[in-house]
């Protein structure tokens, strides 16, 4: 069992940055692979990035790559999403996920523990 706390989300002005954390409880979350999703209102759930369980690999979605990073420090049992150059259209709940998985990151199915949500909104 994985437990999943996020933080740092908040209002920010477009072009500027924000950092999320997801700090996890159990001694699995380094055999865990981690991902960022995230939810408008009025739209489904979204894939933003993941990483691998040893942090070798990232995925991102089209729309933050060159903006978004995604990083982990296992010894803290933390995850982080450096966000910067926001745009208004990033406004959304961001949902930290882990799971034991090594392909189909992209995919909520794929992670069983999810954080209740941090919400980002970014203003023009």
């Known amino acids: 069992q994985v437990q999943l706390v996020e933080s740092g989300g908040g209002l920010v002005q477009a072009g500027g940055s924000l950092r999320l954390s997801c700090a996890a409880s159990?001694?699995?979350?380094?055999?865990?692979?981690m991902g960022w999703f995230r939810q408008a209102p009025g739209k489904e759930r979204e894939f933003v990035t993941a990483i691998s369980w040893s942090g070798e690999n990232t995925y991102s979605a089209d729309s933050v790559k060159g903006r978004f990073t995604i990083s982990r420090d296992n010894a803290k049992n933390t995850v982080y999403l450096r966000m910067n150059s926001l745009k208004p259209e990033d406004t959304a709940v961001y949902y930290c996920?882990?799971?034991?998985?090594?392909?189909?990151?992209?995919?909520?199915?794929?992670?069983?523990?999810w954080g209740q949500g941090t919400q980002v909104t970014v203003s023009s």
């Open positions: 996920a882990a799971g034991p998985l090594d392909s189909g990151y992209t995919r909520t199915f794929e992670y069983p523990y």
């Open positions: 159990g001694r699995t979350f380094r055999v865990y692979a």
